[in-house]
T-cell receptor
């Protein structure tokens, strides 16, 4: 069984500040981990994914995430927040690198203050 | 190129009714997945289809069913609607079973 916990349902940062969105997973098999972003009234867009090739994964829009097996974490970061980053972010886990049958966390709403 | 399209965009039904949601995948994509996203929660996997065959099913009651057509479009059917079925239903498509999937904008279902 697999599960994902996202700490903090709401995160607020100032424009230009560091963005840190937390994700912890539980998996009985080697996990494949994903971060998705959802803008209002839109579907999910893949930001990045971890498929065991490298522990530090770079994604689109300046986001990156680091896989830490010892901490069972896959936190999402961005050095400098932009207003356009305001959205809902979801961490997800799968038992395959294609992301079939994803198990999602509850999501974190990122707010960016001017 | 057109992305994944879903219809209708919004739908209101009453308890006990039946609903059919439709999804048209990106051209050339042969796999479709369905997810339910209840307000304030993350999406939950319902079904995956590939080449018209069911390849995966999430933990949903038998009131939920789906099918994929020869043109790879898909329908999600929900019978005997409950208030708790109110959600955003997301469809995602991918070329094959091992490629990245792309999500549509969803159908928002409200059950009264």
């Amino acid at each position: 069984a697999q599960s994902v916990t996202q700490l903090g349902s709401h995160v607020s940062v100032s424009e230009g500040a560091l963005v840190l969105l937390r994700c912890n997973y539980s998996s009985s098999v080697p996990p494949y981990l994903f971060w998705y972003v959802q803008y209002p009234n839109q579907g999910l867009q893949l930001l990045l994914k971890y498929t065991s090739a490298a522990t530090l994964v770079k994604g689109i829009n300046g986001f990156e995430a680091e896989f830490k097996k010892s901490e069972t974490s896959f936190h999402l970061t961005k050095p400098s927040a932009h207003m356009s980053d305001a959205a809902e972010y979801f961490c997800a886990v799968s038992d395959n690198n294609a992301g079939n049958m994803l198990t999602f966390g509850g999501g974190t709403r990122l707010m960016v203050k001017p | 190129d057109a992305g994944v399209t879903q219809s209708p965009t919004h739908l209101i039904k009453t308890r006990g009714q039946h609903v059919t949601l439709r999804c048209s995948p990106i051209s050339g994509h042969k796999s479709v997945s369905w997810y339910q996203q209840v307000l304030g929660q993350g999406p939950q996997f319902i079904f995956q289809y590939y080449e018209k065959e069911e390849r995966g099913r999430g933990n949903f009651p038998d009131r939920f069913s789906a099918r994929q057509f020869p043109n790879y479009s898909s329908e999600l059917n929900v019978n005997a609607l409950l208030l708790g079925d109110s959600a955003l239903y997301l469809c995602a498509s991918r070329p094959g079973i091992q490629e990245t999937q792309y999500f549509g904008p969803g159908t928002r279902l409200l059950v009264l």
